[in-house]
């Protein structure tokens, strides 16, 4: 039960860390597939079994112990990566990203372990799934719509990504124009009770429920019948990530909060001067420590939160395989 806890606090610790997937630290802590299971379970034929054992079937029927103490542990990990991971980025940006950096690093070592021959079929599927991912992470961002299709859309993409190692929800809302759209709703419905913004964030979160039932399904499948080939996409997808966590990155692009304008900046060190709760960064150039403009780079004291981030997925794993 409080392993559990622990498992969902550090997934709702890194869905709030912009570029970091909690579908990744659910795979490291070895909890992905029974995740994608409970998920799938959550369909109409839990109507039959509501009429014929009531909730308590429902109940066992969606492993309800697993999802209450997991789903605990994420609201618990949410609220600790808002006050206390988020702190951290804005005061030592570059070993929170080192220690992110070294995590995903070894996790796609750990996934790549599962997999026993390496044939063409998984380094085909390696470099897909390393080529999407990285893709992404240089994508430049979409103007967003209020249009509640479009809304409605982003939340299916969204939550899909979320579920998916290597690919964080929020930065697929960044890409697609709608973290201006989506968060500014939820700001205004919980200040103002304005109407509009629940029926644009009801939209978002059907929009997440289809994803998340149906991208589940998918996955699942994915994981019975090519289980070693997803297995390679996956650890593609970690891989390609990577371009988003480097520790050391110039900011190049930002884009203001409340309206919306995008500012290019011609010398990263210009960002310093902006409040930092007033943008949302666009764009970013990796560049190795010399090269770093933004603050200190704590080089030494990055390389040092790299290994541990890098030690800590196998250490997690000894003691998976110890319960």
């Known amino acids: 039960m409080i392993s559990t806890i622990l498992k969902g606090a550090a997934i ?13 630290i659910a795979f490291i802590t070895g909890i992905y597939e029974r995740l994608l299971n409970c998920i799938k379970g959550v369909n109409s034929s839990l109507i039959g079994t509501f009429k014929s054992d009531g ?40 070993p929170v990203w080192g220690f992110f950096f070294g995590l995903i690093v070894a996790s796609s070592i ?22 999407i991912a990285f893709g992404i992470t240089i994508i430049t961002p979409t103007e967003g719509s209020d249009n509640l299709l479009m809304v409605f859309l982003a939340g299916t993409i969204a939550i899909s990504a979320l579920i998916l190692p290597g690919i964080s929800g929020s930065f697929m809302l960044l890409l697609m124009g709608m973290y201006t759209i989506i968060v500014p709703s939820l700001k205004s419905l919980l200040e103002k009770q304005d109407m509009a913004s629940l029926t644009i964030l009801f939209a978002f979160a059907m929009g997440c429920l289809v994803g998340l039932t149906g991208f589940s399904r998918v996955l699942t499948w994915l994981l019975k019948e090519y289980k070693y080939t997803t297995f390679a996409v996956l650890t593609g997808f970690m891989l390609g990530s990577l371009n988003k966590i480097w520790p050391w990155r110039n900011v190049t692009e930002v884009m203001d909060k409340e309206s919306g304008v995008v500012t290019k900046l011609f010398e990263s060190k210009d960002a310093l001067d902006l409040p930092s709760d007033s943008f949302k960064i666009l764009s970013e150039v990796n560049v190795l420590p010399v090269a770093y403009e933004m603050r200190d780079p704590l080089t030494i004291v990055t390389i040092v939160a790299v290994i541990v981030g890098f030690i800590s997925v196998f250490l997690l794993e000894r003691a998976n395989k110890s319960h």
């Open 12 to 24: 709702g610790v890194a869905e709030v860390i912009p570029g970091v997937s909690g579908g990744t």
């Open 55 to 94: 909730f308590k079937g429902v109940y066992y029927a969606i492993d309800g112990n697993f999802l209450a103490m997991l789903m605990g542990g994420m609201l618990v990990g949410i609220v600790i990566g808002i006050f206390g991971v988020t702190y951290l980025l804005e005061e030592y940006p570059t």
């Open 110 to 131: 750990y996934i790549g372990k599962q997999i026993p021959k390496w044939d063409a079929s998984k380094w085909i599927g390696l470099i897909i799934g390393f080529v």
